[in-house]
């Protein structure tokens, strides 16, 4: 059991039998009557928001949420598919609940994913992810040092904006935390 004293970004708990993790949270003590505890909570299976104010000391459950290392295999028309890394068991998920995932996940690409109830819920990439340009405007020489930039398509079908040195067949390195460009890559 979890209580307001222990909310922190990232907690999970559970509300009305679903999965929250908590955004942000803030104690607030009035000079005048109870102390209470205003979150912004994000549901883990609808990845809907929600604003609720908790009573100080009211005490919510830990929902039965596990995550575990996989492997990206494949996508097809059921949805793509993970390999658990430990016990090679495949798990699938649809498009609807990958979310921007599906944005950065490349073959034998390693991912963490959550489970609530033993269903896949989430996925979580790595920080960085390497995408290759599979179009864009031609580079222009002497353009490195105008700080303009221009769009480029990335092999999952992500479209970024990067500088104007960059060519299609390029390796880029992206945030997937932001989705921006970072750096053009040498492998």
Do not use: W
């Amino acid at each position: 059991m979890h209580s307001t004293s222990d909310f922190k970004k990232g907690l999970k708990v559970l509300i009305d039998d679903q999965p929250y993790a908590i955004v942000d949270f803030q104690h607030v003590k009035p000079g005048k009557g109870n102390q209470f505890t205003r979150t912004k909570l994000k549901n883990m299976l609808t990845g809907s928001n929600l604003e609720k104010t908790f009573k100080s000391g009211e005490k919510f459950e830990v929902p039965d949420v596990m995550t575990r290392d996989c492997q990206f295999l494949y996508q097809d028309e059921n949805g793509f598919h993970f390999m658990d890394k430990e016990n090679y068991d495949q798990h699938s998920m649809h498009e609807d609940d990958i979310g921007d995932a599906k944005n950065y996940l490349t073959e034998n690409l390693e991912v963490t994913l959550m489970f609530f109830n033993s269903r896949a819920i989430g996925v979580d990439c790595p920080n960085t992810v390497k995408l290759k340009v599979t179009q864009t405007d031609p580079g222009l020489k002497g353009s490195t040092v105008t700080g303009g930039s221009k769009p480029a398509t990335l092999e999952t079908g992500l479209t970024v904006n990067v500088p104007l040195h960059i060519n299609e067949g390029d390796t880029l390195k992206i945030d997937t935390r932001t989705g921006e460009y970072m750096e053009r890559s040498n492998s």
